[in-house]
């Protein structure tokens, strides 16, 4: 079976470049460092005994910040590599960390690309983050000798049920993890149906819940606030295609209430940044974009915060906040970080990727479910006429935070384990 897969992603190469260069489009990065898919230029032995962390992109770098920080202070004679998929991840990677890891493009799933990767960046133990399950990279991670470890893992049902589907595949991938840590118990049993070992399988919690608001942070967003002035401001932040509008709809009929009020507008991906930039326009709104470093005056309806790695700040800014990729079915994205802040938290209901945190959240009264631009819009405008209300659920978002910290630790923990174990 795994040959078969092998096989078909050999098949597959020439859409994959394809793809590539369809994508390079709106985004030029995609069509640049395109060997680094292939683990092509590098030289043998550029790292010895590395820790080798995979994140996707923005999200799972994020979340995976606090761990690598920790790795880095821990192990401070350990090269570390961070890998992502994508330009976003990667910037964020360059951003946040500099020169004091490696960063590289994971490469696509073949076996002579991992192999190349393997030879060059001997990692004696690799962590992947949250769903990256990968069956060569799994397989070819133990033939190298390596540890594998599953740190934040999570599993939907949907996800549950795709992979039941092939359990030929499956099974051996799952088998093949020396350590996973998982989010929740019922994920835990999700991952030991699969084909994980029982006792190799720990329900930790989220390292999400980790998070941390340092002072360079909480300046920032006071800053921009003194900036704002004294009026109602929500955000909107990690909107998909169609949540746009439905995000304006609600701050049109917010502002018939509240006519000073200011919606900062976060769009997930920055290829959209202006075309969501024409459509603020067309719906007749007065736009300052953050990129052009444009002034929020006291006419400003919209301000589009079209720049990258600046979310956690944002949401620092608002009185209210709303997560966006779940008004579409995208799964949600993280809800935790306005609940850090003490914000009230607004979603739509498509929150499969985010089911145990919503629940969290939800059973405090401290998530708002909202599944149009009307219950957005009625949502917001109680939320701003009853302070008080506001206030209470803001403080009971904060409370689920601190209640539920502890995963880092105990992930941590795992990897120590990991490392002092020889293969």
């Not at 050999?10 to 640049?32: C, I, K, M």
């Not at 951003?95 to 994971?106: I, K, M, N």
């Not at 944002?314 to 906040?321: K, M």
Request: aromatic fraction near 8%; glycine fraction near 6%.
């Amino acid at each position: 079976m795994q040959t078969l897969y092998s096989f078909l992603w050999y098949l597959l190469l020439p859409l994959l470049f394809l793809r590539l260069w369809l994508r390079g489009r709106q985004a030029p990065a995609y069509r640049q460092r395109w060997k680094e898919r292939m683990a092509w230029g590098y030289r043998p032995g550029t790292l010895k005994s590395s820790i080798w962390v995979h994140a996707v992109s923005v999200g799972e770098t994020l979340a995976a910040v606090p761990m690598i920080e920790r790795l880095l202070a821990d192990y401070p004679d350990t090269p570390l590599l961070v890998t992502t998929t994508t330009p976003t991840g990667s910037e964020r990677v360059k951003a946040l960390f500099g020169d004091r890891v490696t960063h590289v493009y994971c490469p696509w799933e073949l076996p002579t690309a991992l192999n190349r990767f393997l030879r060059a960046f001997d990692p004696k133990t690799v962590i992947v983050l949250e769903t990256e399950l990968w069956p060569n990279l799994c397989a070819a991670v133990k033939r190298h000798g390596a540890k594998l470890m599953l740190m934040n893992g999570r599993l939907s049902e949907k996800s549950y049920r795709g992979y039941s589907k092939l359990p030929r595949l499956v099974r051996p991938m799952m088998a093949r993890f020396d350590a996973l840590a998982v989010q929740t118990p019922v994920e835990r049993e999700r991952y030991i149906a699969l084909g994980a070992w029982p006792e190799r399988v720990h329900a930790i919690g989220s390292v999400k819940f980790d998070m941390s608001l340092d002072d360079t942070v909480r300046q920032a967003a006071a800053r921009l606030r003194v900036e704002i002035g004294e009026r109602p401001v929500w955000i909107a932040a990690s909107t998909h295609p169609g949540e746009d509008e439905p995000v304006l709809a609600a701050h049109k009929a917010l502002l018939q209430v509240l006519p000073d009020a200011l919606l900062v507008l976060v769009p997930r991906h920055p290829e959209r940044f202006d075309n969501v930039a024409q459509l603020i326009r067309q719906q007749g709104f007065m736009l300052a974009r953050r990129s052009g470093q444009e002034a929020i005056t006291a006419d400003t309806r919209v301000y589009l915060a079209d720049t990258m790695g600046e979310l956690l700040m944002l949401f620092g800014v608002a009185d209210v906040a709303f997560v966006g990729g779940s008004l579409v079915p995208v799964g949600g994205h993280n809800l935790l970080e306005p609940a850090g802040w003490g914000k009230p938290v607004l979603t739509g209901p498509h929150l499969h990727n985010f089911t145990a945190i919503a629940g969290l959240l939800d059973d405090a009264d401290a998530l708002t479910l909202v599944d149009n631009a009307d219950a957005l819009a009625i949502a917001l405008q109680a939320l701003f006429r009853y302070p008080d209300q506001r206030q209470r659920q803001g403080q009971a978002a904060a409370a689920v935070v601190e209640a539920n910290r502890g995963a880092l630790e105990k992930g941590l923990e795992l990897i120590s384990e990991q490392l002092t174990v020889k293969s």
